[in-house]
């Protein structure tokens, strides 16, 4: 079986295919943890309260959710504003970035 590494024609021109392979192993592996993730599997709208509106059943379907410690981190590090992930809200998430000095 033969490789071909040449640069595929919809690549760019500094980029080579390995590179693009690589690139997109680690979207996948990003992507992944969002597969698993329970509210992939419920009612979004339990995630997107509206204004005043309960977060208590999202919050209960994080706590068993095995992929909460990656949906945290995703949503500090891309500045989520809305919704619960990892099982806080936004206001508790400015807290937790706001106490550990970020």
Not at 20 to 26: G, R
Not at 37 to 61: H, V
Not at 63 to 77: F, I, Q
Request: charged content about 35%; some cysteine.
């Amino acid at each position: 079986m033969s490789v071909d590494l040449e640069r595929p024609t919809h690549a760019p021109k500094d980029a080579t295919f390995l590179d693009l392979e690589v690139s997109a192993l680690f979207a996948e592996a990003e992507e992944s943890w969002q597969d698993r993730a329970l509210c992939a599997q419920t009612d979004p709208e339990a995630f997107f309260p509206e204004k005043g509106g309960s977060t208590r059943e999202a919050k209960r379907i994080c706590t068993g959710c095995e992929v909460k410690p990656e949906c945290l981190e995703y949503a500090l590090a891309n500045d989520e504003r809305f919704g619960i992930w990892g099982g806080l809200s936004e206001r508790e998430r400015r807290r937790l970035k706001k106490a550990s000095g970020q």
